[in-house]
């Protein structure tokens, strides 16, 4: 049987770890063509090589979100290698301790970005806005043209659950995915009459590298976080790939606009 996004073509950002790498093996094994960018480069060779070892088409990318022409030659490279763009998986993200992980594309931040407003510095604070909302900007800039070109196309935007509630702490990561959550809205009502679909998920906690690992390892932790999950875990990679594989799917082709919370039950409560 043919895959759920069979023949598609998939750019997703911050993809050679982590819950960008599971989107994009989840696409690759569903049929689409995957252009894994990061600018983990050995990491995302490997990541796009273990596609292609399995089966699946994929060629990796080196990609700076931050940097404009290094998004035109990306979206060039996949329309080069596959002659077109069907989605993009604007993956890359994070704050504080979670920027000092290469696959957030950035460098390091202080971890004050993860502190309540008080603590934050201004360059922190500029920093987790540039890493999640500036890059979600410049990837939908960059696409935009190409899929209106083709009347289709499909932007997945990766915000959190703190998008949508707050905590104690960590307020330049809400007011980023907060900005990623409205800007999604925004551009799919600028974009319907294109046929570009827009959507967000919001991840819980998820088991993946760097901070959240360290954190999911740390038993004290990790039973202060397991009752606020009423699904009794984490989410792991695969549960935000199978979000993206359904946004991304023809089965979500009266969607846009929305937000697809994978949580567990967190933001239930």
Not at 84 to 96: C, I, Q, S, T, Y
Not at 173 to 178: R, V
Not at 197 to 213: A, D, E, F, Q
């Amino acid at each position: 049987m043919p895959g759920r996004v069979q023949g598609k073509v998939a750019l997703i950002t911050g993809s050679a770890r982590g819950l960008g790498a599971a989107c994009a093996t989840v696409l690759a094994r569903e049929g689409a063509k995957v252009v894994v960018t990061d600018i983990l480069d050995d990491d995302g060779e490997r990541r796009a090589a273990l596609i292609r070892e399995c089966g699946g088409d994929a060629i990796y990318v080196h990609l700076n979100v931050l940097v404009r022409t290094e998004w035109q030659h990306a979206v060039e490279r996949a329309v080069q290698t596959y002659g077109r763009l069907d989605v993009l998986v604007n993956n890359v993200g994070g704050g504080g301790a979670a920027l000092a992980g290469a696959a957030s594309g950035a460098a390091g931040v202080p971890l004050s970005a993860l502190g309540n407003i008080e603590q934050a510095t201004k360059e922190s604070w500029e920093r987790v806005q540039d890493v999640n909302a500036t890059s979600t900007f410049l990837g939908t800039q960059a696409v935009v043209p190409l899929m209106r070109r083709q009347a289709s196309g499909c932007i997945i935007n990766i915000s959190s659950v703190y998008g949508i509630v707050g905590s104690q702490g960590a307020a330049a990561y809400h007011a980023a995915k907060g900005a990623v959550r409205l800007f999604t809205k925004a551009t799919a009502m600028q974009l319907a009459k294109d046929g570009i679909r827009v959507n967000s998920i919001h991840p819980g906690h998820t088991k993946s590298y760097g901070l959240v690992s360290r954190t999911w390892m740390d038993d004290q932790r990790r039973e202060e976080l397991l009752p606020k999950y009423p699904l009794g875990r984490l989410g792991e990679p695969e549960d935000i790939g199978y979000g993206a594989l359904f946004l991304a799917s023809d089965a979500s082709s009266f969607i846009t606009g929305v937000e697809l919370v994978i949580d567990g039950g967190y933001t239930a409560q």
